[in-house]
């Protein structure tokens, strides 16, 4: 069955230093969109992607954010300037044109120190 | 900004026993899903409701869209302790953002 992937599983960085963290949607699928979950909380949207460019973005998406979808298979999310209070989970999820199911990757930890 | 909540926050009970979690809007929902996430997974989708009053089954699982499409419950039958997890509610316009609920994390004692 097709599935998310999303690479690094747990990424450790420094407060200040930049992060990619990297998603490879399901292929036939044009929509994609990264959320986060901050421990024991619930799951917040950050950002939603369409041809080539942001189709929404919640307030936490500041400019410290940035997404992109470099090649025909690769969606990032990078961070520029990590805080501690950027430490979550970071799940990518992508859709299928038309049908309103959300496919999440296992997610990336993302430790701030 | 629009608030889903949902209640109970936790639940603990025993194998067996039923399990209920309830969904509120602030305002009218479009839509409702439910989302499972298992300790340390991610969100897996469940069902979507669309209609006034709809219900919907999956096996031991009774999803209800309340008649004013502002509330939604999720109940289970007779837990079984793979129903372990937390259950997220979440709204969706089309292909957009999902705003999830507060998600009601359920615990089975064996």
């Known amino acids: 069955e097709p599935e998310v992937t999303q690479t690094p599983s747990h990424q450790v960085t420094q407060m200040g230093q930049e992060v990619i963290l990297r998603c490879v949607p399901i292929?036939?699928?044009?929509?994609f969109y990264w959320y986060r979950q901050i421990l024991g909380q619930k799951v917040e949207f950050l950002v939603s992607?369409?041809?080539?460019?942001?189709?929404?973005k919640s307030e936490i998406f500041d400019d410290q954010f940035s997404v992109e979808r470099p090649d025909g298979s690769n969606f990032t999310l990078k961070i520029r300037s990590t805080k501690l209070e950027d430490s979550a989970m970071y799940f990518c999820?992508?859709?299928?044109?038309?049908?309103?199911?959300?496919?999440f990757g296992a997610g990336t930890r993302l430790s701030v120190l | 900004g629009q608030q889903v909540m949902q209640i109970p926050q936790y639940q603990h009970v025993q194998e067996g026993e039923d399990f209920t979690t309830y969904c509120n809007s602030s305002?009218?929902?479009?839509?409702i899903q439910w989302y499972k996430q298992r300790p340390g997974g991610h969100p897996v989708f469940l069902i979507q409701l669309v209609k006034s009053g709809e219900v919907k089954k999956q096996k031991r699982l009774t999803f209800q869209f309340g008649e004013a499409k502002k509330n939604s419950s999720l109940h289970i039958t007779a837990t079984q302790t793979t129903d372990v997890g937390t259950y997220f509610c979440?709204?969706?316009?089309?292909?957009?953002?999902?705003?999830f609920g507060t998600g009601t994390r359920l615990t089975i004692i064996p």
């Open positions: 992607f369409y041809n080539n460019e942001i189709s929404e």
């Open positions: 999820a992508s859709s299928a044109p038309g049908v309103s199911i959300q496919y």
């Open positions: 979440a709204e969706i316009f089309g292909n957009e953002k999902l705003t």
């Open positions: 292929s036939n699928h044009l929509y």
């Open positions: 305002t009218t929902l479009s839509n």
